[in-house]
T-cell receptor, first 115, second 110 residues
Framework: DARVTQTPRDKVTEMGQEVTMRCQPILGHNTVFWYRQTMMQGLELLAYFRNRAPLDDSGMPKDRFSAEMPDATLATLKIQPSEPRDSAVYFCASGSSTSGRETQYFGPGTRLLVL | QKEVEQNSGPLSVPEGAIASLNCTYS??????FFWYRQYSGKSPELIMSIYSNGDKEDGRFTAQLNKASQYVSLLIRDSQPSDSATYLCAVNTGANNLFFGTGTRLTVIP
């Protein structure tokens, strides 16, 4: 049963600390997405990659967030320095792009609390 | 105007009834439409996809798409308490990027 995995599942940190979240997409999927979900904003797209190349990171605060895909089995999202307003659930999703009929499969999420 | 709009609810239906969830979208070139179910504290789970006008049925779920009206809906027949969740509508405009609505919270009352 192929699944997207994410680590850590929960993270509590203090303001100003660096946070790194990791995602392993489903084997064979060529697109990876990072979302942030809060009660107020719902699901917000932060960044997405196709074939490891970043295609869109316009939803991401550039001054503190960075997303990378060092290889096909690992995507990372970093926040440095973290702020209390970054507290949210961060989801990674992967998919396979085929003529606009792409579907996305979500990982379990990383619940981040910045104190 | 948001790309995808949903009534946030909550929508309450009695067990065994039909739950009707609605979604409108703004981009006329949208090609693919999805419904995700999200239980509290869990990640979104894909339950239906639809690409052509009309109805698509899968078990107790029916997705309906009307591209002229830019409208997509999800019907859940014989609603069960286990269907209580937030339902997210998502639309793909062809750029391999999904736009999500804010979700409709459904409660099925036993």
């Amino acid at each position: 049963d192929a699944r997207v995995t994410q680590t850590p599942r929960d993270k509590v940190t203090e303001m100003g600390q660096e946070v790194t979240m990791r995602c392993q997409p489903i084997l064979g999927h060529n697109t990876v997405f990072w979302y942030r979900q809060t009660m107020m904003q719902g699901l917000e797209l932060l960044a997405y990659f196709r074939n490891r190349a970043p295609l869109d990171d316009s939803g991401m605060p550039k001054d503190r967030f960075s997303a990378e895909m060092p290889d096909a089995t690992l995507a990372t999202l970093k926040i440095q320095p973290s702020e209390p307003r970054d507290s949210a659930v961060y989801f990674c999703a992967s998919g396979s792009s085929t003529s606009g009929r792409e579907t996305q499969y979500f990982g379990p999420g990383t619940r981040l609390l910045v104190l | 105007q948001k790309e995808v709009e949903q009534n946030s609810g909550p929508l309450s239906v009695p067990e065994g009834a039909i739950a009707s969830l609605n979604c409108t979208y703004s981009d006329r070139v949208s090609q693919s439409f999805f419904w995700y179910r999200q239980y509290s504290g869990k990640s979104p789970e894909l339950i239906m996809s639809i690409y052509s006008n009309g109805d698509k049925e899968d078990g107790r779920f029916t997705a309906q798409l009307n591209k002229a009206s830019q409208y997509v809906s999800l019907l859940i027949r014989d609603s069960q308490p286990s269907d209580s969740a937030t339902y997210l509508c998502a639309v793909n405009t062809g750029a391999n990027n999904l736009f999500f609505g804010t979700g409709t919270r459904l409660t099925v009352i036993p």
